[in-house]
Structures are given as C-alpha cells and as structure tokens.
C-alpha cells in the first residue's frame, strides 16, 4: 500500500510562486508514474501533469505549460510541482496520485493541500 502526502500549499499573490511536494510512504513509488492534479470550487477534477517513473518524460496540461513543473526525487520517494506565474485561476485543491501501470491509471491518492491565488 502506497501513502501520498501533499505539502506546500498556501496563499499567494498573482505572479507569485509555491512548491508543492508529494511524500510517499509505505512502499517506493521510484517504479511508478506519478501525477498532479486539481481540483478548482465547483469544477470537476483536472490533470495538471505527469512524470514517467524515470523523471524523463513529462506531460503538463496547456493550461499550465510553461508556468508549472514536475520533478521528482525517487532517492526521497518525492514529488514536486513548482508553480511559478501563479493565476488566480490556478486556485484549487492539488493532489498527487501514483499510477503503478504507467498507463494513466492512478490507483493511490493524496488528501491534497489547497492553493490559493489572489488578485
């Protein structure tokens, strides 16, 4: 079983930047693709982007492409997104999951940290 815990979240001007991070525990996710995702007050939840296992390939969704990056530690067994340029759009609860398959199936889940942007 895989534990995921998100920090880093806070409150932040426009044009400013957070780091978040994702931990994981129980077992090594170094194997696994992992993913960042959002989730905005009454919108439905998005992919923000992913890293493949090896932190070589990554994908980022355009509506953070090139103001956000993933990178990863598999030494630490973290996670991170570096959200720089900061929307208020981009005000949402962020979560991290695991996909062991490395076929977007993200099996285990974090409980989130919040970010909020303002004007």
């Known amino acids: 079983q895989v534990q995921l815990e998100e920090s880093g979240g806070g409150l932040v001007q426009a044009g400013g930047s957070l780091r978040l991070s994702c931990a994981a525990s129980?077992?090594?996710?170094?194997?696994?693709?992992m993913g960042w995702f959002r989730q905005a007050p009454g919108k439905e939840r998005e992919i923000v982007g992913s890293?493949?296992?090896?932190?070589?390939?990554?994908y980022y969704a355009d509506s953070v492409k090139g103001r956000f990056t993933i990178s990863r530690d598999n030494a630490k067994n973290t996670v991170y997104l570096q959200m720089n340029n900061l929307k208020p759009e981009d005000t949402a609860v962020y979560y991290c999951?695991?996909?062991?398959?490395?076929?977007?199936?993200?099996?285990?889940w974090g409980q989130g940290t919040q970010a909020t942007v303002s004007a």
């Open positions: 999951a695991a996909d062991p398959s490395g076929r977007g199936r993200y099996r285990y």
């Open positions: 129980g077992r090594t996710t170094s194997s696994y693709a």
């Open positions: 890293i493949s296992w090896s932190g070589g390939n990554t």
